[in-house]
Every structure is written in structure tokens, then in C-alpha cells.
């Protein structure tokens, strides 16, 4: 997001009070997607708050991400019903892969991860959302399989 | 005064203070964590609790107000075990590796399982996997020994407004760091060190450059030479059982010639050459009509927390290099030629209170051509532990004086160390550079003391000069915001990074001991009171290097070697 996008969310808070960091943090990475430092700093500026007590607060909730998702953004759900089915060996598969933790946007700028709660489609455990697309039941191998199709995909297109 | 009853027994309390506060007051010890003297208690460690009558759970004693009639237990075996199975939760995830922490001996956590009476581990957690941050110069942080007491990130705010730190994430996953979690080097950080001070673990520690000193004293070809800070002379006897405030610069001298430099100045020298040379700014500023105030600028983290919150007033920062780096340039530059010495074959050392002057000592903005004015930077606790190292015992080693070029010093130039020191030995000499007469009394007494904000009105000649002295950050912002709103009209303006000025500095003894800190004061005070030259204009060694070297202050060579310009930093999360 541009500095000026970052600045017309700001002015719809022309008061600087405290209480209105964590709506304007909302709306910044509803536009943008994630907080940068930059945009972190920016609102630093007009509430008058360090950038770490931003950050603070920021990551105190989880819905907050700090790096520009990748092209494919996966979203591994981590709900009972995936546990069971045993996501957490999936996610352990997937930032093995992808050399990345959640919250994290690889390198090259391919992937980014992301762990969600409960995605609401329990019957397709385990579940994996990749760009908002709904991918169900899937296992080790298949994830692999997933990835490496992105991979070359994400590759070919650049 | 109220009554309260503490375990069992009468005692008088202050109405509005802690129970803290008045148990501390009787001698009853309770044992504290997150609190700090002087700050605002967050009853977050738990550790003080006691049990009050009428109340269900323990009380943080740190932060509940006392009231008439209470009655506390401060060491039933309830309050014994809480305060047991606290430490025990502490050490769950605990690195334990003390043989190898900076911390050992002198760990805070160590204390707290000692008098807990922790015997083994209770609770084993995951340990937590935080690499250290060696980003900086002057700063290395573990995150592994945090115990999130959360007393660096108080002090970095209250003390000194700058927030580098704070709490990150929340539960298990908390940990203490700075924006983005990035490297400190990158945040606006500016090194002072007070969070060193405070932190009960090795959790922030310097970092240290014993191992490059010892090296370079263990190479023949190394001439090895090193520079000692005025307020360290007044400190390190604490650490070695001598009563505090006693100035041990003469046996610091001689300890110093015995760990293997060859030659040992004083930092005090080059306090009195700044002195010159930003006397002769301010004159020169106040009869040329130049940009006022005018800020000193000998405190490192000062300089660069102008750069980032205030670059548009870079124009009021004297121009002048502090004391430590004058020092150094007249060392690689002046000493190595009247002695022959290849500047390459010079390994420079100086001997600070303070963290920053690592970070200092490392700026393009100093050296020349090249070659950096300093070398290596030891904080006054890593002298201490060189000392240590050496097997060397403080109270029976004969004095010795400083080193020629540089050998003489003034008291002027030794009270720098306390807050309001460079002011006063500042206006000692511009009053003589503008009236051609010492002042009749050379004590200035309104900017003496440990207020965190003075300001004196000084007359010379026909000139009223206002001056203003502010120690800790906190400070130095609000005298800035009164300069910006026109509220303050100021001629100089002195600014310590570190609370007290530097006897209070980063790089000094781990703890906030206000008895000690004042005690220095008074060491640096009674040598003024007593020393024959008091003014730098007066010292000898600084009137022969102007003859032989500099010409007079602020000329061709003095601008070259002893002075310099500050940037405004982009590069920094604020
Ligand atoms: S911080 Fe204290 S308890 Fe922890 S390893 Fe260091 S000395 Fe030991
Ligand atoms: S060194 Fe100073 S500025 Fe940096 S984190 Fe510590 S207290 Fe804050
Ligand atoms: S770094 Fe030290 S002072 Fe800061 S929260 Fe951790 S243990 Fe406390
Ligand atoms: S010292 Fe009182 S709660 Fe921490």
C-alpha cells in the first residue's frame, strides 16, 4: 500500500486517541493485507506511540500479520476436527517445505503461512485454504503434491 | 502516621506509602522482583506478596497502600511457599547455564532461589528459542534468561522516553523485544544501557570487549594504550569492598599499568580540550549570532536520540567530538607521531561508564582517513572484572599519576561525570574567554544536584546567558518541547543521556543504588572543593598542546581532529 493509501485510512481518525489504534490497524491490513513497519510507524506518528508498543499490541491478538502474504497464501486450520485428522503433522509438513513459520511469507515471495482456528467445514478435515479455495482432506503427500504444482505454477508466471 | 502490625508486632506507617515502603522502612526484608524504586509499581511478578488480614488472597506488597490497623504476615508458611513455587515457575524454562552467564554471582534469580530455598527443578517447561540479539555495538540480549519482569522496558520508557522495548505476543510466547522483533541495532534504541542495569538477569548484558583488549595486550607489537572516564575513579572501589565515593584514580592507574598498558591518560584531559573548544563555540555562536541554545554533545545516546525525534535542531548540537573520541584523534594523531609509533601498531582503549560509547566509538562520523580514534570500549563493569581477572587487590597497590602528553587534568574537567559538570566547567571558561577574568566564585550552584531538570542565569560581562542541564532522556525531551514552543529561551543547554549524568551510567554497576550514585557526586565534588587548577583553561598539559599542536580552539586542525557533524536517521523504527 502506498504512503498516501496509509494516510487517507489515518484521516478517518483525525483524532489521535489511544483507542482507535486497533480499528485502524484493522483497516490498514484489511486494505493492504498485513502492517508493514512503515505503516506501523505512520500511525506511530499520529498516535503518538512508539512503534514498539505498536507491535506489542499488535501481536497480543492474532490477527495480525507483519509480512506481505505470499502469492498463495495458505491457511492450515488447526481446529479440533482438522487436529484429529492430524493437521499438525500437516503443518509441520508444510513449514518444513516451504521454510517458513506461521505469519511468515517465503523469499522469493511465493508463499506465505498462515494457522486459522476453525474454518467452519469440519466434515473435509483436514482442511487446507489456499487463496480462499478449499482444499479437503488432505494428507502429507498431498500437500507436497500441492506445493510443488504452486511452485512451478508461481515460476512460470513471473 | 497510622499503626499497622506486621507479624505480630507494632510498627508506624505513612498514610498513602506501600506496605512495601513502610516494611522497607522497619528493616523488614521482602523479597522484590518487578519493582523498581521510584517507578510505577505493576504488581505483575508477584514475588513481594504478604498476607493481610481480611483478605482471601496474598497481597502484592509493592503495590497496596497501607491502612490503619492492618495487619500483615510478611513470612507465614503460605507467603513462603507462594513465593517458593514463583520462583520455581521462573526457573521452569530457565537456560540454567550460570557457570557461563555474565550474570553469575550477581544474578538477581540466583538470589531469589537461594533465599526461596529452591532445591531442584519443580517444573520442567519447553525451554524458550530466542537466539541473542548481537545486532548492536553496545547491547546483547538473550531472551532465553528474560524473566519478563518487564523492568527494562519501564526504565527505556519512563526514564528515558525512547520505548525501544516492550512485551511481545502474549502468553507463553511473551517475550521482552524490540518493533517487528528485529535486530536493536534497527530500533530506535540508543544504547544507553540502563535497561542493563536493571535487568535481574543476564538477559541484557554489555557487549564485552575483554577478549579484543587482552589480545591486543598480549601482542608484542601493540602499543596498548587506554583513556579512564571521570566518574569511574569515584565508582570502582564500590566493587572491591572500598567505602563509597572514595576516588581511587591514582591505584587505578597503577592496576591499569599492571593488567599491561603501556600508557594510561585520563579522560578528564580531553574533557578540559572540549571545554576549550565548546567555550569557544558558544562565544563564538553568541557573538556571531549563530544558531542557539547550543547542546552539548559528549553523550553519545543523547546524539542520537536528536537525530531521530529532533533532527531539525542538528544546528544546535555543538560541533565538538566528546571528550572520549578528542582523546582518541590526539592519540592516533598527535601521541603516535611525537612518539614514533606507526597509528597501526596503536591499539587505543578507553574506559567508560556508559554502554553508548561503544556505539560511539564506531560512527563514521569519527576517526580519520581511516583510522578509527578508539579502538575498544570497556564499560566500568568490565573493568571490574579485568581487575578480577588479574588477581589484582585494589587496597594495596602504591598510586601512580597519569601519563604525559596528556598527564594533567583540571577539577573542571573531572566533574563532567555528574549531571550540570560541563556546564559549569563550560561557563568557568567562557566567562574567561569573554571577560579575560575567572569568575569570583567558580561554583555554580543552581546546576548542581540530581534534579532531573535545572536552570541557572549566568552574568558575564554585560551578557546574561541562560543555561538549562537535563539528565535522563525523559528530561532532555520536555527542555526540547519548551525550546521548540518558544517557552524557553536558552543560550546552552546540557544534556546527559543517563540519570545523574554518567556516575549514574549504563556501563556502571548492575543496580539502581541512589546512596552510591550520590556518593560519587560528592567524590567528584570534593575534588573540585579541593584541587588547585579548577578552571580547563589553567591546565598545563592543554595550554602546552595548543602551543605545540592546536593553535587555539576551534582552528584549522582542532575542526579537523577534534570535531564533527551529525546526520538525521531514516533508518530507524520509532
Ligand atoms: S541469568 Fe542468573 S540464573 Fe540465569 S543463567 Fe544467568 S546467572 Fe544463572
Ligand atoms: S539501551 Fe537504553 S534505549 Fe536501549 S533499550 Fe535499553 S534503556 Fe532503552
Ligand atoms: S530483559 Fe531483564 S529487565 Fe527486561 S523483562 Fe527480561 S528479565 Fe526483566
Ligand atoms: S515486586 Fe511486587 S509484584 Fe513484583
Known amino acids: ?158 | 502516621m497510622i499503626t499497622i502490625e506486621v507479624n505480630d508486632k507494632k510498627l508506624e506507617a505513612k498514610q498513602g506509602e506501600t506496605v512495601l515502603s513502610a516494611l522497607k522502612r522497619a528493616g523488614i526484608s521482602v523479597p522484590t522482583l518487578c519493582y523498581l524504586d521510584g517507578m510505577t509499581p505493576t504488581g505483575a511478578c508477584r514475588m513481594c506478596v504478604v498476607e493481610i488480614d481480611g483478605f482471601a488472597d496474598l497481597i502484592p506488597s509493592c503495590a497496596f497502600p497501607v491502612s490503619d490497623g492492618m495487619k500483615i504476615q510478611t513470612d507465614s508458611p503460605r507467603v513462603l511457599n507462594a513465593r517458593k513455587t514463583i520462583v520455581e515457575l521462573l526457573l521452569a524454562n530457565h537456560p540454567d547455564d550460570c557457570l557461563y552467564c555474565p550474570r553469575n554471582m550477581n544474578c538477581e534469580l540466583q538470589n531469589l532461589s537461594e533465599i526461596a530455598g529452591v532445591t531442584d527443578r519443580k517444573f520442567l517447561a519447553k525451554k524458550s528459542e530466542h537466539s541473542l540479539d548481537f545486532s548492536s555495538p553496545s547491547i546483547i540480549r538473550d531472551p532465553e534468561k528474560c524473566i519478563l519482569c518487564g523492568r527494562c522496558v519501564r526504565v527505556c520508557e519512563e526514564v528515558q522516553g525512547v520505548s525501544a522495548i516492550d512485551f511481545i505476543g502474549r502468553g507463553s510466547r511473551a517475550i521482552v523485544a524490540t518493533a517487528f522483533n528485529e535486530g536493536i541495532n534497527v530500533s530506535n534504541c540508543i544504547f544507553c544501557g540502563q535497561c542493563i542495569n536493571v535487568c535481574p538477569t543476564g538477559a541484557l548484558t554489555e557487549k564485552s570487549d575483554i577478549k579484543n583488549v587482552l589480545n591486543a595486550i598480549n601482542d608484542p607489537k601493540k602499543t596498548v594504550v587506554c583513556q579512564i572516564a571521570p566518574s569511574v575513579s569515584v565508582t570502582v572501589g564500590e566493587e572491591f569492598g572500598i567505602k563509597l565515593g572514595e576516588d581511587v584514580a591514582g591505584v587505578m592507574t597503577s592496576a591499569l599499568k599492571q593488567i599491561g598498558f603501556d600508557r594510561v591518560f585520563e579522560t578528564s584531559f580531553s574533557a578540559d580540550l572540549t571545554i576549550m573548544e565548546e567555550a569557544a563555540e558558544l562565544v563564538s555562536r553568541i557573538v556571531n549570532k549563530g544558531t542557539l541554545p547550543m547542546f552539548t554533545s559528549c553523550s553519545p545516546g543523547w546524539v542520537k536520540f536528536i537525530e531521530q525525534y529532533y533532527p531539525q535542531l542538528l544546528g544546535n548540537v555543538s560541533s565538538c567530538k566528546s571528550p572520549q573520541q578528542m582523546l582518541g584523534s590526539l592519540i592516533k594523531n598527535y601521541f603516535t607521531k611525537s612518539e614514533g609509533i606507526d597509528p597501526k601498531d596503536i591499539y587505543s582503549v578507553s574506559i567508560m561508564p556508559c554502554t553508548a560509547k561503544k556505539f560511539e566509538a564506531g560512527r563514521g562520523e569519527m576517526g580519520l582517513d581511516g583510522v578509527d580514534d578508539i579502538d575498544a570500549v570497556l564499560t566500568t563493569r568490565e573493568l571490574v572484572k579485568l581487575i578480577k581477572m588479574k588477581g589484582l587487590d585494589l587496597k594495596s597497590i602504591n598510586p601512580m599519576l597519569p601519563d604525559d602528553p596528556f598527564g594533567d587534568r583540571s577539577s573542571a574537567g573531572k566533574i563532567f561525570g555528574v549531571t550540570g559538570g560541563v556546564m559549569e566547567a563550560a561557563i568557568r571558561t567562557a566567562y574567561n574567554m569573554i571577560t579575560g577574568e575567572d569568575l569570583k566564585n567558580l561554583v555554580i550552584k543552581e546546576v548542581r544536584g540530581l534534579e532531573g531538570i535545572k536552570e541557572a542565569t549566568v552574568k558575564i560581562g554585560d551578557l546574561e546567558v541562560n543555561v538549562a542541564v537535563a539528565h535522563g532522556l525523559g528530561n532532555a525531551r520536555k527542555v526540547m518541547e519548551s525550546i521548540i514552543s518558544g517557552e524557553k529561551n536558552y543560550h546552552f543547554v546540557e544534556i546527559m543521556t543517563c540519570p545523574n549524568g554518567c556516575i549514574g551510567g549504563g556501563g556502571q554497576p548492575i543496580g539502581l543504588d541512589l546512596d552510591a550514585v550520590r556518593a560519587r557526586m560528592q567524590a567528584l565534588y570534593r575534588i573540585d572543593e579541593k584541587e588547585a587548577i579548577r578552571t580547563s583553561h589553567d591546565n598545563p598539559s592543554i595550554k602546552r598542546i595548543y602551543d605545540e599542536f592546536l593553535g587555539k580552539p576551534n582552528s584549522e586542525i582542532s575542526h579537523k581532529l577534534l570535531h564533527t557533524h551529525y546526520h538525521k536517521r531514516e533508518d530507524i523504527l520509532v
Do not use: W
Not at chain 1, 489521535?16 to 510507524?41: F, N, T, W
Not at chain 1, 486450520?77 to 517465503?106: N, W, Y
Not at chain 1, 488432505?138 to 515460476?155: F, H, P, R, S
Open chain 1, 1 to 158: 500500500m502506498s504512503m498516501t493509501a496509509i494516510e487517507q485510512v489515518i484521516e478517518k481518525y483525525p483524532e489521535a486517541r489511544r483507542e482507535y489504534l486497533i480499528p485502524l490497524l484493522q483497516d490498514i491490513q484489511s486494505l493492504e493485507g498485513y502492517l508493514s513497519k512503515e505503516s506501523v510507524v505512520k500511525v506511530g506518528q499520529h498516535l503518538k506511540l512508539p512503534a514498539s508498543k505498536i507491535y506489542g499490541v499488535a501481536t497480543f491478538y492474532n490477527q495480525f500479520r507483519f509480512n506481505a502474504p505470499g502469492k498463495y497464501h495458505i491457511q492450515v486450520c488447526r481446529g479440533t476436527a482438522c487436529h484429529v485428522k492430524g493437521s499438525s503433522s500437516l503443518l509441520d509438513t508444510v513449514t518444513r517445505e516451504l521454510k517458513i513459520k506461521p505469519g511468515q511469507t517465503t523469499r522469493d515471495g511465493l508463499f506465505s503461512l498462515e494457522v486459522v482456528a476453525c474454518l467452519g467445514a469440519c466434515g473435509l478435515a483436514p482442511l487446507v485454504c489456499i487463496n480462499g479455495e478449499f482444499h479437503a482432506s488432505v494428507d502429507n503427500k498431498k500437500i507436497k503434491k500441492i506445493l510443488k504444482g504452486l511452485t512451478t505454477e508461481g515460476k512460470k508466471n513471473e
